[in-house]
């Protein structure tokens, strides 16, 4: 959510920073309706002034037995009542018209964001390993040790298209994935685990800048509420109406959790395997921070998840997502993209995004500050840590070998009891 007088204060810079993604100016629109709607509030108040001021002088007539204006009077403050009354309704209806408006205008993007339309205009500022020259390397659903536990013909028959069942070996591996990744986020890099509902109320989703744009990517129950689409909302939502102590920042959450996605956008891609499921895992880093921090906050966030990739030997770039490529909640993006044998190609595998203020405003998140200064808004980020399919596919897809057997990443044996390797024929060994 914007903040209307800081358009107000800088209409060029704010057209300035939508040009960057592509969009039209739109203070002139915005500060008109603000304008109306302020003007009205005027109105409003003259209006109630001069009610107020026929009030007081209603007594004073009848008082001196001055009968023609004592009625006169009372039918003046009749009238403004209603003439008040619709006042403030119209303010009213303008004031949510302009939140409206305000809500669907995408972040701002940060200064050293780069221009770009889409995806091949991101910059890649760092690689690490060297992916493995695997001869005749086919997709994780291809690999023989694969097979027996990916199942997506009994998904299909349970679920419908973009499910999978996941059995034995294959099951267990992607557990250990998910615990192994929290043990880390919560051992050493300092985060808080929280287990959190899958189903959340439209003010979640609002607070965190995924209604209204992303509401047909999302599924609604017939009761109203969300599925999550990460788990991103309901722990960065936690804190919405919330005056914290500047003390208590930065707060540092974890979760694993279900997400679901009808992936509403993507029809026709990857619809071959588990790299785009409509239900699937996460592992979610959010952070509540000082504006002062933000920046450095999701340097650490990122190192957090690149460190998960170099634990588990897969290689791996780091991107900064242009302008054109970036979310509509972020300010500044990098995605991390695991290296996939099966497709020879980078796919993401985590993003980690600051949105500044955005959402702070939007769900009313505050700090006190220490020095006793009027509350502030936060600065919320988020990242993957990572997506527990896509770490999957890239942990059988690096491991296959030439007898079409899976090597378990070391740091997962003893998660996996001590086995090493899922054999051509699906079981552990």
């Known amino acids: 959510m914007h903040d209307i007088r800081a358009i107000r204060d800088n209409p060029a810079a704010f057209d300035a920073a939508l040009a960057k993604r592509g969009d039209a100016p739109l203070s002139a629109d915005l500060l008109a309706m603000d304008e109306a709607r302020r003007t009205q509030i005027g109105a409003a108040e003259a209006a109630q002034a001069e009610a107020n001021k026929a009030a007081k002088e209603v007594g004073a007539a009848k008082g001196r037995g001055d009968d023609a204006e ?10 403004k009542k209603a003439e008040i009354a619709a006042m403030n309704e119209d303010a009213k209806a303008q004031d949510a018209a302009l939140t409206a408006r305000l809500a669907e205008i995408p972040n701002l993007p940060a200064d050293d964001v780069p221009m770009g339309a889409d995806e091949d205009d991101n910059v890649e500022v760092s690689k690490w390993g060297t992916p493995r020259d695997i001869k005749d390397a086919v997709e994780h659903f291809e690999i023989a ?4 536990g990916m199942d997506f013909e009994t998904a299909a028959k349970i679920s419908g ?20 990744m929290l043990d880390v986020h919560v051992n050493e890099n300092g985060l808080t685990e929280v287990n959190t509902p899958v189903m959340v109320r439209d003010e979640a989703m609002y607070g965190t800048d995924k209604l209204p744009k992303f509401g047909d990517d999302s599924y609604q129950t017939t009761g109203g ?9 309901p722990l960065t939502y936690s804190v919405a109406g919330d005056v914290l102590d500047e003390a208590a920042l930065p707060i540092r959450y974890t979760a694993h ?6 992936e509403a956008g993507s029809a026709g891609r990857d619809t071959s395997g588990m790299l785009r499921q409509h239900q699937f895992e996460k592992v979610e880093m959010v952070s509540v921070t000082h504006p002062d921090q933000s920046d450095d906050e999701q340097k650490r966030m990122l190192r957090c998840a690149e460190d998960l990739l170099e ?13 054109g490529d970036m979310g509509f909640g972020a300010r500044r993006t990098f995605d991390i993209e695991a290296w996939l044998p099966g497709q020879n190609a980078y796919r993401e595998i985590s993003s980690v995004s600051t949105t500044g203020a955005f959402q ?21 980020l988020n990242g993957s840590g990572l997506a527990v399919g896509r770490c999957l596919i890239a942990v059988l897809e690096n491991g296959q070998q030439p007898d079409e057997s899976v090597t378990i990443p070391a740091v997962l044996h003893g998660y996996m009891g001590g086995k090493t390797t899922i054999q051509p024929d699906g079981t552990l060994a």
């Open 70 to 79: 004592f009625e006169r009077l009372r039918a003046l403050v009749s009238e």
């Open 145 to 148: 040790a694969v097979k027996p």
């Open 161 to 180: 298209s973009r499910f999978v069942l996941l059995k034995g070996s294959v099951a267990r591996l992607h557990r250990a994935l998910a615990q192994f």
């Open 225 to 233: 509420e969300w599925l999550i689409p990460t788990s991103e909302v």
């Open 257 to 262: 959790s279900l997400c679901f996605r009808s």
């Open 311 to 323: 634990r588990l030997d897969i290689p791996y770039r780091t991107v900064l997502l242009c302008t």
């Open 360 to 380: 702070a405003r939007r769900m009313n998140a505050r700090f006190k500050p220490s020095d006793g200064g009027k509350p502030q808004f936060v600065h919320t």
